[in-house]
């Protein structure tokens, strides 16, 4: 239903469960799935840097700014733009990001003119954001904006029976990977133990249990 909508979505769940891939499963399955999907994450972006990178800048709109830049709004036209680990926008970011949702237009930096955009926006988070509302570190107004429908990625502890076809695709990406003739098998003891270990990483960490496990595996069997 949400994919063959253009509605804002809002990915919430802890950290390793897989929000990222919900928005790319909603990106191809939309109506916009031959325009841009264009991810960003808000946390490995400095803050003086982040409104320039989602917006664009003008030649010499500030120091360094030795070219236009075309933001992310004006490359994802058309398109998706995944905005991950939302919670963690500065302030001053917020308030613009807000007026872009409300106008659908945007104004590179050191530019005198807004330019119309049409984007369908998709964030995430691992972050209580009502909380953040109620704390004062994130508008309220914007809360509205991007969480018009909430997506819940549950634990991977709430879903173990997912773990068996969750490590079959795994070995088959590390097969893959590292060149293996054939996905390596899980001993009966083994799958017993991944599939009551609470994985307080989710699926980031499975993966990364599983790729040590298939480096360090005797004769293709994991035990």
Do not use: W
């Not at 909380?131 to 634990?155: H, M």
């Not at 001993?187 to 360090?216: H, I």
């Amino acid at each position: 239903q949400l994919a063959t909508s253009s509605a804002t979505a809002l990915i919430t769940g802890e950290s390793g469960t897989g929000k990222e891939l919900v928005a790319r499963a909603i990106y191809s399955h939309s109506v916009r799935n031959d325009k841009p999907f264009l991810a960003i994450n808000c946390a490995a972006i400095p803050e003086n840097l982040l409104e320039s990178e989602l917006f664009g800048h003008e030649k010499g709109a500030f120091t360094g700014a030795v070219a236009k830049h075309t933001g992310l709004f004006q490359a994802a036209d058309g398109g998706t733009l995944f905005l991950d680990e939302i919670g963690e926008l500065d302030q001053a970011v917020q308030v613009k990001l807000l007026r872009a949702l409300q106008e659908r237009r945007v104004r590179p930096v050191g530019a005198e003119q807004e330019q119309p955009v049409n984007v369908r926006i998709i964030s995430a988070t691992h972050q209580q954001l009502e909380q953040a509302v109620a704390d004062g570190r994130f508008r309220q107004d914007l809360y509205f904006r991007l969480n018009v429908i909430e997506v819940k990625t549950p634990a991977l502890r709430e879903r173990p029976d997912d773990i068996p076809t969750l490590v079959a695709h795994c070995l088959r990406q590390l097969t893959a990977l590292h060149g293996l003739p054939q996905p390596p098998t899980v001993a009966d003891a083994a799958m017993a133990a991944l599939c009551t270990y609470p994985f307080p990483g989710n699926v980031r960490e499975l993966e990364n249990v599983l790729e040590r496990a298939v480096t360090l595996c005797d004769q293709g069997v994991i035990t």
